[in-house]
């Protein structure tokens, strides 16, 4: 099955460490616009990743349906508020653990 990585792209390096009451509620309706896909079992990681200079979004889902995918994403209330934007990319090759 084809696997995607999507990277959110926060509006400043420090933004999960520094989030905003507003944007604190934002990312709660976030995590929980992703919930059908982690009750599928279709994504196999999503969380925040903190670095020494970043912090950024990832996801990676398994899926058939690239386009249902994209359209879910561009209806994220992070999308949708102009908190944040979107990074896709496909996994030419690689693993995936078994189920």
Known sequence: MPTFVLRLIA????????????EREIMGRHAA?????LERG???VFGPI???E??????????DDE???RE????DPVVTTGTAAFE????AAGTVRER
């Open 72 to 75: 879910f994403a561009a209806q």
């Open 88 to 91: 896709f990319g496909r996994m």
């Open 42 to 44: 279709d994504m196999v």
């Open 11 to 22: 509006p400043r390096p420090n933004f999960a460490q520094t989030l905003t009451d507003g």
């Open 67 to 69: 386009q249902a995918l």
């Open 50 to 52: 903190l670095t020494d």
């Open 33 to 37: 616009h992703w919930r059908p896909y």
């Open 54 to 63: 970043d912090s950024y979004g990832l996801a990676v889902v398994e899926t």
